[in-house]
């Protein structure tokens, strides 16, 4: 069974600094990409940033040049730091991996956390 655990979440000023911490554990085989994705109140979940196993990375737009994403592949492990926050950054903060198992080393999927929330005051 995997697990992934998120932490990091919490509350900031505008302007502030936050890092976000994702652990994968469990049966796991090989991790392909790993991503943050986030949900504010009344609006749908979206992408915010994703890196895959050779460390390409992706981000939103709206966080371009603020948030960055890395990993740890010995730790199967990803972060986010996000710089620079702003009120509309407010959201639950979900990680989401793609990966196969020992139990399925041919069959990827998707895996998620259960969110940590990220509240930016103005």
């Known amino acids: 069974q995997v697990q992934l655990v998120e932490s990091g979440g919490g509350l900031v000023q505008a302007g502030g600094s936050l890092r976000l911490s994702c652990a994968a554990s469990g049966n796991i085989f090989s991790i392909y990409y790993m991503a943050w994705h986030r949900q504010a109140p009344g609006k749908q979940r979206e992408l915010v940033a994703v890196i895959t196993s050779g460390s390409i990375t992706n981000y939103a737009d709206s966080v371009k040049g603020r948030f960055t994403i890395s990993r740890d592949n010995a730790k199967n492990t990803v972060y986010l730091q996000m710089n620079s926050l702003k009120p509309e950054d407010t959201a639950v903060y979900y990680c989401?991996?793609?990966?196969?198992?020992?139990?399925?080393?041919?069959?990827?999927?998707?895996?998620w956390g259960q969110g940590t929330q990220v509240t930016v005051s103005s």
């Open positions: 989401n991996a793609d990966l196969t198992t020992t139990t399925s080393v041919r069959t990827r999927r998707s895996y």
